[in-house]
């Protein structure tokens, strides 16, 4: 089966530390996007990747880091510099970031939790 | 920039009746539209899509429109379900493919 995998499911933060979001995707798709959801809001983009080793801030990158060694995989990082992490974090990737009609597929999600 | 807005919610209806979700879009230039849902706890998955004017995106029994005149891309469906509570997201995308969401309208159907 083809899809997005997220995890944990529930991640929990002490304060000042790092903590990691995993997200692989298995339907060899060049671009993969991590976007943050807050109750009662729309989604809103943290970091795109358009290919291997190549990452782009989106509109709220800051307390966020991500890598893309992989084709599968685009780890994202919420440091301690982000003071509001407690959020639903979704991946979600496309064959493409051109053309304007891509559907983007979305995981699962991880719900990140503050102690 | 681009935005979408959508009617607010939440939205309760009874099964069988007829659903109406508002959504209509700013954009500079000729965007796809996109309609998501979101079950509880889950991710979105794509419900129907329309990538230029007048074209009509369908999936199990729900329909909208792209009307570029209206900049709008309403959401509807004949007679709804129990099973059809969720969260639904109209969403955007232009020729960077930079995707823009609407806030959500939570739609709940009772038996």
């Known amino acids: 089966d083809g899809g997005i995998t997220q995890s944990p499911k529930y991640l929990f933060r002490k304060e000042g530390q790092n903590v990691t979001l995993s997200c692989e995707q298995n339907l060899n798709h060049d671009a993969m996007y991590w976007y943050r959801q807050d109750p009662g809001q729309g989604l809103r983009l943290i970091y795109y990747s358009q290919i291997v080793n190549d990452f782009q801030k989106g509109d709220i990158a800051e307390g966020y880091s991500v890598s893309r060694e992989k084709k599968e995989s685009f780890p994202l990082t919420v440091t301690s510099a982000q003071k509001n992490p407690t959020a639903f974090y979704l991946c979600?990737?496309?064959?493409?970031?051109?053309?304007?009609?891509?559907?983007?597929?979305f995981g699962p999600g991880t719900r990140l939790l503050v102690l | 920039g681009d935005s979408v807005t959508q009617m607010e919610g939440p939205v309760t209806l009874s099964e069988e009746a007829f659903l109406t979700i508002n959504c209509t879009y700013t954009?500079?230039?000729?965007?796809?539209l996109f309609w998501y849902v979101q079950y509880p706890g889950e991710g979105l998955q794509l419900l129907l899509k329309?990538?230029?004017?007048?074209d009509k995106g369908s999936n199990k029994g729900f329909e909208a429109t792209y009307r570029k005149e209206t900049t709008s891309f309403h959401l509807e469906k004949g007679s709804v379900q129990v099973s059809d509570s969720a969260v639904y997201f109209c969403a955007l995308s232009d020729i960077s493919n930079d995707m823009r969401f609407g806030a959500g309208t939570r739609l709940t159907v009772k038996p």
């Open positions: 329309a990538t230029k004017a007048d």
């Open positions: 979600a990737s496309s064959i493409t970031r051109t053309g304007g009609s891509e559907t983007q597929y």
């Open positions: 954009a500079t230039g000729y965007p796809s």
